[in-house]
């Protein structure tokens, strides 16, 4: 889907914005979790902890980047990640899920990318952000979509 051409937003308020951005910010949150989670729970002899602990800190600079602008619009900035989030990390269960099952954690992670994706997306193409926070989530998308782009070519790798 293309995002470069978003929609003109119509009578938007801060709450709007605000509203959005801290939604986003909720399950940017349960990714950073979940890769800090990763990194932390990965033997250091395996060749994905620092690809975790990178995305980890990119994450952790969009989610700060978010937080700023919502400061900035008078909102309180979401700090917490979502319930959804927190079983979702159940994925990140690596004393088994990722020593046992390389591929089924590789996919998971796949997933938990691409749906941040989607979900950045439609706050992007719904309207409901003004032009900062619209930019703060293609920067966001961008850096979601070239993780689940990495995971999915590893997956391809893991089946052979």
Known sequence: MDI???PTPGALTKEDT???LNDVTRLMIDSYKGYREAADESDD?????SEFNQRA?????HIASIQGYVRQLGGEPSTH???RGAVHRGWMNFANTFRDD???????????????AHRIE???EDGQLDTTGT?????AYADVCSSAKFFDRLDDRLDG
């Open 57 to 61: 800190e990119a994450r952790s600079k």
């Open 4 to 6: 470069t051409n978003t």
């Open 122 to 124: 439609d706050c992007i």
């Open 18 to 20: 605000i509203e959005e």
């Open 102 to 116: 390389e591929k089924g954690a590789v996919e998971s992670v796949e997933n938990g990318e691409s749906f941040l």
């Open 45 to 49: 002899s395996w060749a994905l902890k």
């Open 135 to 139: 930019q703060l989530l293609k920067t």
């Open 81 to 83: 990640g979502t319930m």
